[in-house]
């Protein structure tokens, strides 16, 4: 990297699937070091896979980064549309000897492997149109350009992570630059968008540590800068194995809905495989001020979702509550539901009392949900066997206690405070009733404070629709 510039990163997706766990954590790093050291954070879409690549995981990439709140610079580079350039790079290394034209068939390479596999040897190209003349093959024979690679010596990966890598040459092939129908392969559109797209740093998943010796050979033949590398040991599971969707290798966007907040998945995204001392909370402001690539650790990260669970259940105590009810709005509308203005009015009121308990945005509206609509609730077994006759009967005197005095948390825990000394019970036996009728449920956020948000007139319906 030339001195006193600013390093320049990328988040390169394969638009094959949606934006997973592991892919988003990848698109963090980058992007902290990025807002860290002043730097660039560039996106790249990797669609040379026509077959595979489909415009909604596009779109999806896309919104998850948004949703993550990770905002890139400059305009987003596609790299199917840079195909012309990638074909002038393989040119030129054919102009310079540093590829050539191989026309060996596919029947060919099938029986090359095929003796290599009987032989107990790996199954690479073996080089036999390296130094032959073109000339030898028939007129208008398909052909792959490929890469006259190092055959001697080493290629060293110098890894900010993982150390220095050493791969020897004669373990590399001659990779394909250039497909038979002209179309560049996926190694060398990396390395030319890389070069023109001036990325200094490649922080990616160790799963690439192979492709970087590769791609170092392009480099090297094209003579371009080495990028500073970074390959960040995979996400596993709990139990160790590598991560799969029965663990939670899902798309972001599946965390979204099951109730966490971005800010939640940036800090816990950051503590998988990134640590500063012991510190487990850390906003996005002091990720940004502390983010290095020295402290990225060498061993796999396991998911763990208590964990992810309770950093959830920070964030949300933290968390503005108009915010919090415009998240659960919007929560509630991916699900085909849309709240009212009073239902909205009514869960603002409590989201004090309602964010004390939750976890996720999803228990949230779990527990709000007697906030959203009005009339009798629907008794869950618990709340039917808690409504007793006696129950019942007690709530019923409790009504005429409360349906005249002032319509405040405070003055409502006070006169049932009273009734229940006066009836020789304790408060719990007279509020529990009062908790089951307003809510349907035997647990609810703070039952006097429900009355207060509900209001006289709704609150009062639904006892009296259970009191005897």
Not at 312 to 318: D, G, K, L, S
Not at 337 to 347: C, E, T
Not at 390 to 403: D, F, K, M
Not at 414 to 435: D, H, N
Request: net charge negative; glycine share 8%.
């Amino acid at each position: 990297m030339p001195q006193n510039s600013k390093p320049v990163l990328r988040f390169a997706p394969s638009p094959t699937g949606f934006l997973h766990i592991g892919g988003a954590r990848t698109a963090l790093f980058n992007w902290l070091f990025a807002r860290h050291t002043g730097g660039t954070f560039l996106l790249r879409i990797e669609d040379t896979d026509r077959e595979r690549s489909t415009p909604e995981a596009v779109a999806a990439i896309l919104s998850g980064l948004e949703w993550l709140g990770l905002n890139w610079d400059g305009q987003t580079v596609y790299q199917f549309a840079r195909a012309g350039r990638h074909r002038q790079v393989a040119d030129q290394l054919l102009a310079d000897g540093k590829a050539y034209r191989c026309f060996a068939t596919a029947q060919e390479l099938e029986e090359m492997r095929a003796e290599q596999r009987a032989a107990g040897k790996p199954m690479r190209y073996d080089g036999r149109w390296r130094d032959r003349d073109p000339g030898e093959a028939p007129a208008g024979a398909p052909f792959v350009v490929r890469l006259k690679a190092s055959q001697t010596g080493e290629t060293i990966v110098h890894d900010v992570v993982q150390g220095d890598v050493r791969f020897a040459n004669d373990q590399l092939d001659d990779m394909v630059l250039l497909r038979s129908d002209g179309t560049p392969t996926y190694m060398l559109a990396v390395v030319v968008d890389d070069f023109d797209m001036g990325v200094t740093h490649v922080i990616r998943g160790d799963d690439h540590l192979n492709n970087a010796a590769r791609q170092l050979q392009i480099i090297h033949a094209m003579g371009w800068p080495e990028p500073i590398y970074g390959h960040v040991p995979l996400i596993h599971g709990p139990d160790g194995a590598k991560l799969s969707k029965r663990h939670g290798a899902l798309a972001i966007e599946a965390y979204r809905d099951m109730g966490y907040l971005p800010e939640t998945m940036r800090n816990y995204l950051l503590r998988l495989g990134w640590s500063h001392g012991d510190d487990e909370t850390i906003s996005t402001e002091q990720a940004i001020a502390w983010f290095n690539l020295e402290n990225i650790g060498r061993g796999p990260a396991r998911l763990d979702f208590k964990k992810l669970d309770n950093l959830n259940a920070h964030y949300i105590r933290q968390t503005d509550d108009g915010v919090l009810a415009d998240e659960v709005a919007a929560l509630r509308k991916r699900s085909g539901h849309v709240l009212s203005d009073a239902a909205k009015a009514r869960l603002l009121a409590a989201m004090p009392s309602l964010k004390e308990r939750a976890k996720t945005l999803v228990e949230l509206v779990t527990s709000a949900e007697f906030l959203f609509t009005d009339g009798e609730r629907e008794l869950d077994p618990q709340a039917e066997k808690l409504l007793t006759t006696e129950a019942r009967s007690l709530l019923g005197e409790l009504v005429t206690v409360l349906e005249n005095v002032e319509w405040k948390a405070s003055i409502l825990e006070e006169k049932t405070r009273a009734f229940a000394e006066a009836k020789g019970v304790k408060l719990g036996q007279a509020a529990q009733p009062i908790r089951a009728a307003l809510t349907g449920k035997t647990s609810s956020p703070p039952v006097f404070a429900m009355l207060e948000v509900l209001g006289r007139a709704e609150s009062l319906a639904r006892l009296r629709a259970y009191a005897a």
